[in-house]
Nanobody
Framework: QVQLVESGGGFAQPGGSLRPSCAPS????????MGWYRQAPGKQRDLVAE???????KYADSVKGRFTISRDNVKKMVYLQMNSLKPEDTANYYC?????????????WGQGTQVTVPS
């Protein structure tokens, strides 16, 4: 069973930076996509950034130029470098990984890591 462990959220002043990371565990043969989503209280969970197997990336318009997603193919980890943070970035950030164990495909979510940027 594939599980994700997230870390690196926390508190940052406006204009500051954070770098959450996500580490999958379990028997993983290949990864199709790794992404970060966020959900603020009372709102839906939205895509923040995604990197797929060919290395191409996609970002929400609200974070373009400020956030950078990257992956370590050896460790199978994904990172989200968050710069120039704004109060509207406050949310619970969830990692999502899609891939294959060799005998089945999977799509799993992390437990979430809180990011708080005060106004």
């Amino acid at each position: 069973q594939v599980q994700l462990v997230e870390s690196g959220g926390g508190f940052a002043q406006p204009g500051g930076s954070l770098r959450p990371s996500c580490a999958p565990s379990g028997s993983i043969v290949s990864i199709k996509a790794m992404g970060w989503y966020r959900q603020a209280p009372g709102k839906q969970r939205d895509l923040v950034a995604e990197v797929i197997s060919d290395g191409s990336t996609k970002y929400a318009d609200s974070v373009k130029g400020r956030f950078t997603i990257s992956r370590d193919n050896v460790k199978k980890m994904v990172y989200l470098q968050m710069n120039s943070l704004k109060p509207e970035d406050t949310a619970n950030y969830y990692c999502n990984v899609e891939g294959s164990t060799g005998w089945e495909s999977f799509g799993v979510w992390g437990q979430g890591t809180q990011v708080t940027v005060p106004s």
